[in-house]
């Protein structure tokens, strides 16, 4: 029979018949349907706290420059039929009422806005949240003025020419704040919504330093005279303005000092350096008006923290130098760049080389400044794959003047020709033969016919000169430094060359 071939199948499978099954199919709708309701009752007041501000709630979008301030007014109404006391609460730093009304004025002018300034609007709370007392259904402008002195990174990066989409990127650098306007029991009359997209800004000028690690950086840069200053408003009334300065690092030291009437203004800067190879990059904004509306110029620093090293030498004389090289934790093929080539020669290894990973290695260099006195160098090991920097050295030269023996005057043409040659002699003063190396503090001016000569002992050799010829007439003096095979400097001769 059909009926018992549908029984037998339920059977089979260990499913019930359907009218069996149907109680507990209505309690479990029953039961489904009373969780709806309850959730629904429970979003209910938040649903409709939200819509409702969404209805007060403005949205305003503030185009931000670094250390420019973007001043606006928000038109704050009481909708009620009674007087209130407002207060505002704002959740971000940048943004802020402006309470003084000097200010106010003074962005006004610079807006070209109309509306009339009142004076001593605002009372400050305790916990320094501004408020406002509003007649029954009065409408007064709150000022306000959102200004950022930090660099965005993403900004940063679109401005030193990094593969950059804004469509990308745009999420990550826009900022919501909210501004909330509350009554008493903190019910809110008005939400305002500040949209701030992080614009690029202009660098007037770029300083690079290079400084021991993990040391102090104290530079004073003289500002130029205001009125020279690219951006300085024409015309500007009284006499020589004060100037200002904000940096974008909280943790920088940056004012600026005032000498006098009529004198310079200084900027004074301590940073502290971080290890090396570290570059610690920040901004300067500098303005002329206290209320620090606009910059007339923004410089870029850049700190590069290097390891010291202390090198006492002899002008002319190689002195050699041993470095110690650590690796990181991935191998890296690497290579050594100088800031003098000509003055520090690489040695061991040369050229580009393997780095081990998490190994120690010994890079051998060779020092031979052109003249005595103190300077730096500055050595570099950059990973020549990734282009990026491994290590970073200073080298603080302390050089002094080699013992001149011997010293002659010529006389050579100005103006051009084809050089003039020359010969002077050495007499080698040990018993045995020796092995002698040349080099001069002017290879511009002077060449060797021969770069090394081996003399007998006691014997005399002559050294061929080549001066070269000199467009202007004055005079110079070239050093002639006589090294041995070990570039020790064995005498050094000076000669005093008259262009007439």
């Known amino acids: ?135 029954p259904n009065e409408t007064v402008r709150i000022p306000f003025k ?35 306007f509350q009554v008493s029991g903190g019910k809110p009359i008005a939400l305002l919504r500040v949209k701030v997209e992080p614009q690029p800004h202009v660098v007037d000028q770029t300083f690079r330093f290079y400084h021991p690690e993990l040391t102090f950086l104290k530079k004073t840069i003289r500002l130029p005279p205001w009125h020279t200053l690219p951006g300085t408003p024409v015309g500007m009334p009284g006499g020589e303005p004060e100037m200002y300065v904000r940096c974008s690092d909280p943790d920088i030291i940056c004012e600026t000092k005032n000498m006098g009437p009529g004198e310079p203004q200084d900027i004074f800067l301590k940073v502290a350096g971080g290890p090396s190879p570290q570059i610690k990059k920040f901004f300067v904004a500098i303005y002329m008006d206290p209320w620090l509306a606009a910059p007339i110029q923004i410089w870029q620093f850049y700190l590069h923290s290097l390891q010291r090293l202390d090198v006492s030498c002899t002008a002319g004389q190689l002195t050699r130098l041993s470095l110690l090289l650590r690796g990181t934790p991935a191998p890296r093929r690497v290579q050594v760049f100088t800031s003098h080539p000509q003055e520090l020669e690489r040695g061991d290894p040369d050229g580009a080389f393997l780095l081990p990973a998490n190994g120690i290695q010994d890079l051998y260099v060779g020092v031979r400044p052109r003249r005595a006195g ?123 060359v008259f262009y007439q």
């Not at 200004?147 to 989409?165: C, K, L, T």
């Not at 745009?170 to 919501?176: F, I, M, Y």
Request: aromatic fraction near 10%; proline fraction near 6%; glycine fraction near 6%.
């Open 1 to 135: 029979m059909p009926g018992a071939g549908v029984l037998q199948r339920h059977q089979v499978y260990g499913s019930p018949p359907p009218q069996q099954g149907w109680p507990e199919q209505r309690t479990r709708h029953v039961r489904d349907l009373q969780i709806i309701d309850a959730y629904r009752e429970h979003t209910k007041g938040e649903s409709i706290s939200q819509m409702l501000s969404q209805a007060i709630t403005v949205t305003r979008t503030v185009h931000a420059v670094l250390g420019t301030a973007e001043f606006f007014e928000f038109p704050l109404k009481n909708p009620y039929g009674v007087q209130h006391t407002v207060t505002i609460e704002v959740d971000h730093p940048e943004l802020s009422v402006i309470l003084d009304p000097r200010e106010w004025r003074h962005f006004k002018e610079l807006t070209k806005s109309v509306t009339p300034v009142e004076e001593g609007m605002f009372h400050l709370r305790d916990d320094l949240r501004p408020q406002v007392y509003l007649r």
């Open 146 to 180: 959102y200004q950022s002195f930090s660099a965005d990174p993403a900004v940063m990066a679109a401005q030193v020419g990094a593969d950059y989409s804004l469509g990308k990127s745009e999420a990550g650098r826009t900022k919501h704040i909210q501004v909330s």
């Open 374 to 496: 103190s300077r730096f160098i500055y050595l570099n090991l950059v990973d020549v794959e990734s282009h990026q920097l491994v290590s970073s050295w200073l080298l603080c030269l302390a050089c002094r003047q080699p013992l001149i023996s011997k010293a002659f005057e010529i006389s050579l043409p100005a103006g051009g020709g084809r050089g003039c040659n020359k010969r002077i002699t050495y007499t080698n003063p040990y018993p045995s033969p020796r092995l002698y190396f040349l080099c001069t503090n002017r290879p511009d001016l002077l060449q060797f016919k021969e770069d090394s000569f081996e003399v007998a002992g006691g014997e005399v050799y002559t050294i061929g000169l080549r001066f070269a010829p000199s467009q202007s007439t004055g005079e110079e003096e070239i050093l002639i430094h006589i090294n041995d095979h070990e570039d020790k400097n064995e005498e050094t001769f000076c000669v005093k």
